[in-house]
């Protein structure tokens, strides 16, 4: 797609302009988006999470995100999960953050614990809770799960224990050690999960928090364990790098946790030094009759506007965002700072390094990789038609 078509010069593509937070400066404003692979063994990464994320880097990505990563052994979601709660765990993690950052893409780490949702099976092993299926095939057994309250996340699911204030305490001492790790691995970004009904989500959620203590009931109350855990990673974090939080902005249509309560978290989330939010929705099993989000182009684009709008907190829009020009538009019409992808990177992992091209023209080539673009713009020139620049 030529630049002309959304009436801009080369120099004025929002989607390729750095962005500054604290004392990182990120090249472009694509985010390759958290996504479980459910491929790691007792939390380690491997070679394949090298390749995996690092080609997302050589596709010109300004920041790579991990997957979910547990800040304990029972906060994995399944028995593949991606696991910060060991030193041992830092090795692994640098190589990846060395090459991400030698290709030019900046390194996030997205924290998180399972809650309600953990002892479950790889996707393409069912997507359930574990069984007896699980651990005659596979030697993979369930474990003791937490949440907010003692509700299943779903029919068929084990009731979790619902976490004590000791519980609480030691969860926080998780997360900080969790942040000394990703800094010892080299990261440059970690981003708290506070979205999907995972644990955190599982105390703001009305939904799912059913409590009657100081942890449970009015909104500052159900914000207080995520808000106690930003600020312990906050003064965790070195203070040149920044600290984003994944939320659902909403967990359905006029149900349970509400935009407006959004905009209230990330106010409270900012008063902490958070430095941007990244606004997905749902996660959560809704009652009979309640309607989630409709899923189309685009679909969590207006929370990511609204909570800027309103708060002037950055955001990140994510959620079929599929074309260039599509994210170009978001960024221009100032509803959202960067723009996330997911699946459409597992499609096309060169897909920021494309939109270069599509949007900048000839000048896009100068995003890709040396060792690639050589060869690539030459046959673009072959492929053209005579006469074209």
Same mark, same amino acid.
């Given at each position: &797609? ?32 958290? &996504? ?54 830092? !090795? ?75 519980? &609480? ?27 999907? /009904? ?27 364990? !995520? ?7 906050? /003064? ?5 790098? !920044? ?80 074309? !260039? ?29 494309? /939109? ?34």
């Amino acid at each position: &797609m030529p630049a002309e078509s959304i009436g801009a010069s080369e120099t004025d593509i929002r989607l390729f302009e750095p962005l500054a937070l604290r004392g990182i400066t990120l090249k472009n404003r694509v985010v390759v988006s958290p &996504m479980s692979m459910y491929s790691s063994h007792e939390g380690f990464s491997d070679d394949f999470h090298l390749v995996h994320l690092g080609r997302f880097a050589l596709g010109d990505a300004g920041l790579v995100i991990t997957e979910a990563t547990a800040v304990s052994r029972d906060g994995r979601i399944t028995h593949g999960c991606n696991g910060i709660w060991l030193d041992a765990h830092v !090795p692994n993690l640098r190589r990846i953050t060395d090459f991400l950052h030698r290709s030019g893409s900046a390194a996030g780490i997205q924290l998180g614990h399972s809650g309600p949702k953990g002892a479950g099976q790889r996707p393409w092993h069912g997507n359930g809770p574990l069984g007896p299926e699980d651990a005659a095939q596979r030697r993979e057994y369930p474990w003791p799960i937490v949440s907010s309250s003692p509700l299943p996340f779903d029919e068929g699911w084990a009731t979790p224990h619902g976490l004590a204030e000791a519980d &609480m305490d030691e969860l926080v001492l998780d997360y900080r050690s969790a942040a000394r790790r990703a800094r010892e691995a080299g990261f440059d970004v970690i981003e708290l999960h506070c979205a999907h /009904a995972y644990l955190l989500h599982a105390f703001l959620s009305p939904l799912l928090n059913k409590r009657d203590d100081k942890y449970g009931g009015s909104l500052e109350n159900r914000m207080r364990l !995520p808000l106690r855990i930003a600020e312990t990673v906050r /003064a965790e974090w070195p203070e040149d790098r !920044p600290l984003f939080v994944r939320i659902s902005a909403v967990d359905g249509v006029g149900v349970g946790w509400s935009i407006e309560d959004s905009v209230v978290f990330t106010k409270a989330l900012a008063a902490r030094g958070i430095d941007a939010i990244a606004c997905s929705s749902g996660g959560v099993k809704l009652p009979r009759g309640q309607a989630l989000v409709s899923r189309d182009r685009g679909f969590q684009v207006p929370f990511a506007a609204h909570i800027r709008q309103v708060t002037g907190i950055p955001t990140i829009a994510v959620g079929l965002i599929l074309e !260039p020009r599509q994210a170009e538009e978001v960024l221009r019409a100032g509803d959202a700072d960067l723009i996330a992808l997911g699946r459409e990177m597992l499609f096309n992992p060169n897909w920021a390094a494309q /939109a270069a091209v599509a949007l900048k023209q000839g000048a896009g080539w100068k995003e890709w990789p040396d060792q690639y673009a050589w060869w690539l713009e030459r046959r673009a020139r072959q492929l053209s038609p005579r006469g074209a620049s």
